[in-house]
């Protein structure tokens, strides 16, 4: 493992390494964005912070719409009297529900409206293991991996487009928010599953296999897993090079956060304190997804992104039992994707 991800890395940048806020002359107006879960939290401060810079256009993409309204609310009191008031929408999508996501892509490829960054910020770790009653599979599985993995391949295509059709405007950009536990993950899954013959969501999915203090680690390897072929080997050169960017970002470990909001009773309180002692404020760790969404372009096309800068993927994705791996999680998604989406068709267009 290197440096950069280990624990000893990671340490290191949560208490010495500051992103960077963007210079003073940037300014988002004219610009439309979009930003999940962003009624609290990183999303939350993400949004305020591209407010900020001018952005006239947000789409607040949230699960509850009343306490997206009441973050609107909070976010157009925030800005200075004298800003000329940005366009606020709120739209729903639940990415537990499938069907929530696919209305959630259609409103915004018939809105008419130029987007120029998707900030996909919605996630979850869960400390019980929790099945999702819509698909049966686990929770942060469900949401971390499979469901973020339908939001980006549904969005692509319109923002394909829009790269196309408006050449003199910079390719937007859909930014996934990932994390460094990425590289921490044991994975012990991907074992089971080759040495049994089983399918990685069904091994996923075996509740005797669920462990609490990887198991988030794991969505994310996996969430790396899928941007890593995607962005590798499944879309044409010409896209990459013409299309929208991709990229994933890492915004630390930030207290203020509600990322860990199941964690209960001593177990909260203890990763409360620790979270307090050692993490970011959620306004610092916001500004590496500003970063990511906005404020960069197509060199980051492809890319993982930790304090505004490039950095390196897990270790586990560059070995050959990684790649094996990748190739496995990504049939077997396209397999449990196909069952909502004409998959093929879909992959076709990105």
Same mark, same amino acid.
């Given at each position: 493992?290197?440096?950069?991800?280990?624990?000893?890395?990671?340490?290191?940048?949560?208490?010495?390494?500051?992103?960077?806020?963007?210079?003073?002359?940037?300014?988002?107006?004219?610009?439309?964005?979009?930003?999940?879960?962003?009624?609290?939290?990183?999303? +939350?401060?993400?949004?305020?912070?591209?407010?900020?810079?001018?952005?006239?256009?947000?789409?607040?993409?949230?699960?509850?719409?009343?306490?997206?309204?009441?973050?609107?609310?909070?976010?157009?009191?925030?800005?200075?009297?004298?800003?000329?008031?940005?366009?606020?929408?709120?739209?729903?999508?639940?990415?537990?529900?499938?069907?929530?996501?696919?209305?959630?892509?259609?409103?915004?490829?018939?809105?008419?409206? +130029?987007?120029?960054?998707?900030?996909?910020?919605a996630g979850v770790a869960t400390f019980n293991y929790t099945v999702n009653p819509l698909t049966a599979h686990e929770t942060s599985i469900q949401i971390n991996w499979l469901s973020t993995a339908l939001l980006t391949l549904l969005l692509l295509p319109k923002f394909d487009r829009q790269a196309t059709t408006h050449p003199e405007n910079p390719r937007p950009v859909i930014s996934i928010v990932g994390s460094e536990t990425a590289a921490w993950a044991k994975f012990k899954e991907a074992q089971v599953s080759t040495k049994k013959n089983r399918s990685l969501l069904d091994v996923l999915d075996d509740k005797s296999h669920f462990d609490m203090g990887d198991r988030y680690y794991t969505s994310k390897l996996l969430q790396q897993l899928f941007f890593l072929e995607l962005c590798r080997n499944r879309r044409s050169e010409m896209k990459r090079s013409t299309g929208a960017v991709l990229n994933l970002v890492n915004p630390g470990f930030c207290y203020g956060s509600e990322l860990h909001r199941t964690a209960e009773g001593a177990f909260g309180k203890v990763l409360g304190g620790i979270k307090r002692v050692i993490g970011r404020s959620t306004a610092m760790g916001a500004r590496t997804m500003v970063h990511s969404a906005a404020l960069v372009g197509k060199e980051t096309d492809g890319k993982y992104l930790s304090d505004c800068r490039v950095a390196p993927f897990a270790g586990y994705v560059g070995s050959e039992s990684g790649r094996v791996m990748q190739r496995k999680a990504w049939g077997e998604m396209v397999v449990e994707l196909g069952k909502v989406v004409d998959v093929e068709r879909l992959l076709a267009e990105v």
């Open positions: 493992m290197s440096f950069y991800n280990s624990y000893a890395g990671f340490m290191y940048r949560q208490f010495l390494v500051c992103p960077h806020s963007p210079p003073s002359s940037t300014s988002l107006a004219g610009k439309a964005g979009i930003v999940t879960g962003s009624n609290t939290g990183l999303g +939350y401060q993400a949004s305020a912070q591209l407010l900020k810079l001018g952005l006239s256009h947000l789409i607040l993409a949230v699960r509850n719409t009343s306490k997206g309204e009441a973050a609107k609310k909070s976010l157009l009191a925030s800005l200075s009297p004298t800003t000329k008031p940005p366009t606020i929408e709120i739209w729903e999508i639940d990415m537990a529900n499938y069907t929530s996501i696919i209305n959630f892509v259609e409103r915004v490829k018939t809105s008419g409206i +130029y987007f120029d960054f998707a900030l996909l910020n």
